[in-house]
């Protein structure tokens, strides 16, 4: 299925990057069974986004017959404050995910990627986002890679061009 119009996409192989523009979409039906998710962000504090975003993405990789993925606070204070500066800096951009991922990875075995985007708009939900990122074919890639297990969540309640929206980043990680 091609992405729809106000969608921007930059394409990043299975387990690396993904990167999406949301504009209003609909809310999955989904959305139902995880509190918070069809909510606002601008609504919800940074707590509930994150579960609510968990919870999205474990819908989907229990639909596709997939372990859990659990929240990290390593992944979880790296996707902050990497979700900071692309809003610092006006720019959707995953930069070197590698190096930024160095503290989680601890000189392991390790398999990371992290999808990030924004929505404009104070009525952005994660159920919206998780539809623009199942929508996309790097972003479902990484939401359903079954090596992942951990996951961190990044939010700032405004979107990357400084107006009035959020931006999200989901870290995945697997380390041997």
């Known amino acids: 299925m091609p992405i729809p119009k106000p969608f921007r ?3 990043a192989p299975v387990g690396a990057l993904a990167a ?5 979409l609909p809310s999955p039906a989904m959305a139902a069974g995880c509190p918070g998710a069809a909510a606002p962000i601008s609504r919800l504090g940074d ?12 819908a989907r990789r229990r639909a596709a017959g997939l372990p859990p993925l659990h929240a990290v606070r390593s ?5 902050q404050l990497h979700t ?5 800096r006006r720019s959707l951009e995953h930069g070197n995910l590698r190096r930024r991922l160095r503290a989680y990875t601890a000189g392991r075995a390790f398999v990371v990627g992290e999808n990030i985007g924004t929505c404009d708009g104070p009525g952005g939900t994660v159920a919206q986002m998780m539809v623009a990122w199942m929508q996309s074919p790097e972003h ?3 939401i359903l890679q079954p090596r992942f297990r951990d996951v961190g969540v990044g939010v700032v309640r405004r979107a990357t061009d400084g107006a009035a929206g959020a931006t999200m980043t989901t870290s995945f990680g697997w380390r041997g």
């Open 140 to 142: 479902r890639a990484n």
């Open 75 to 79: 992944l979880t204070r790296l996707a």
């Open 9 to 11: 996409v930059l394409p």
């Open 20 to 24: 999406v523009a949301v504009a209003a």
């Open 84 to 88: 900071g500066v692309m809003v610092a």
């Open 47 to 58: 707590a509930q986004v994150r579960v609510a975003a968990v919870c999205e993405l474990n």
